[in-house]
């Protein structure tokens, strides 16, 4: 099968390359992407789009209306954000903001967006239907698909179906994960003080332990997953942070953990959730102690629809040919175009950025991480071509 769009995505090669160079270089916190949004805008409305700014605090929408007729719309989702993270890498393209790193590889998705606005564009008069282009804020941990849909995007025109991509850095340039189903997990959060009772080091029977109570729950907090779960289904729950005590000659009075929990499906995280409570009140109980507990939901689980996948597959399988679809990998982390896919029927797919002869296998998040560029051509072809796909009604056959 032959790809209609990837030859023309990459003659834009140098052009995808120099953008997401300049993006890195220029890297923005979580609703801080002024510079890159005004980029973004600028570049959208030089291309002849409908652009809508300040979405979501930073984010832009911008609409195509295609040449022949047809009512429906797509929407695809590119995210923007950088993370606090001071790059490691010795690149000419290294962040120059201190502190600041595209480590996650939104400014990949950013660039792609701007080829995939560039092709649909020149394809117009042949598209039945709108395109709907979400840049999007904020995807760390603040939200910013939340407030994007709080500002309307998926009013005026309603989107039928919602696409987008990550790159990634433990798949190999040339491959893509296309997986049905939950294919990202939920990401929720949890805060626990415990309340024991101060006093002097050597005198632990006028006291209650915090750092003793603490230090128990830490350890039955792991018997959840490995106890309590179904072994079928994945979960986790980590204590990322655990604080107590001042000096080595006194009894902490308090003490506080905060963790993470992901889960895959509603009834794991109400179980996780549920035994998390139970452990650290119970725990907290038996030796004496008090334990707060604080349960805090993040984003949802990213589910694929059945056909908007198989629509994606078409396209990978066209693009990068068949034989390098993943369709079984799924993570454990969260993303937050999970708010998107719930209330749109969509997908979202990896396209493998990996490669190990260049170095380019770091870990998102490592102050090391960054991506063989050569990916950006082919997530424009897939998404165009996927997009195409759609307007003509693929996602809705049976
Ligand atoms: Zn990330
Ligand atoms: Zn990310």
Redesign the pocket.
Same mark, same amino acid.
């Given at each position: 099968m032959h790809a209609p769009f990837l030859a023309e995505a990459e003659a834009l090669r140098d052009d995808l390359v120099a953008l997401r160079r300049d993006l890195h270089m220029h890297p923005e916190l979580g609703f801080q992407e002024f510079r890159t949004s005004q980029l973004v805008a600028e570049r959208l409305d030089a291309l002849g789009y409908e652009v809508q700014r300040g979405v979501g605090k930073t984010g832009v929408v911008a609409l195509l209306q295609g040449g022949l007729p047809g009512d429906r719309t797509v929407l695809l989702r590119f995210?923007m954000d950088a993370l606090p993270i001071q790059e490691q890498n010795d690149v000419p393209y290294r962040s120059i903001t201190l502190g600041v790193m595209h480590a996650?590889? /939104?400014d990949a998705h950013t660039a792609v967006g701007i080829g995939v606005a560039t092709l649909l564009m020149r394809h117009r008069e042949q598209l039945p239907g709108t395109i709907k282009l979400m840049f999007q804020p904020a995807?760390?941990g603040l939200g910013g698909a939340f407030a994007m849909i709080d500002d309307g995007l998926l009013q005026n025109p309603r989107p039928d179906v919602a696409l987008g991509l /990550?790159v990634s850095s433990t798949h190999d340039l040339g491959t893509a994960v296309v997986r049905s189903g939950a294919m990202m997990a939920a990401s929720d959060s949890f805060r626990v003080v415990v309340h024991g009772r101060g006093g002097h080091g050597a005198h632990p029977e006028q006291t209650i332990d915090a750092v003793l109570v603490a230090a128990q729950i830490v350890v039955a907090l792991q018997t959840i997953v490995a106890r309590n779960v179904n072994p079928e289904e994945p979960g986790v729950v980590t204590v990322g942070a655990l604080h107590a005590g001042e000096a080595g000659n006194v009894i902490a009075e308090t003490a506080e953990l905060r963790g993470t929990i992901r889960s895959f499906s509603p009834e794991v995280r109400e179980l996780l959730h549920r035994r998390v409570r139970e452990v650290c009140e119970g725990m907290a109980t038996t030796l004496g102690a008090t334990a707060e507990v604080q349960l805090r939901m993040g984003v949802d689980a990213t589910v694929n629809a059945p056909r908007p996948t198989a629509v994606l597959h078409a396209a990978v399988a066209a693009v990068l040919g068949d034989d390098k679809v993943n369709t079984t990998y799924r993570t454990t982390g969260g993303?937050d175009f999970s708010a998107v896919l719930a209330r749109v029927p969509g997908s979202f797919f990896f396209i493998g950025a990996r490669s190990d002869a260049q170095g380019f296998n770091f870990p /998102?998040h490592n102050p090391r991480f960054d991506i063989d560029e050569a990916c950006l051509p082919q997530g424009v072809a897939i998404l165009c071509d996927a997009a195409v796909r759609c307007l003509n009604g693929a996602h809705e056959a049976v």
């Open positions: 995210d996650c590889g /939104h995807e760390e /990550h993303e /998102h």
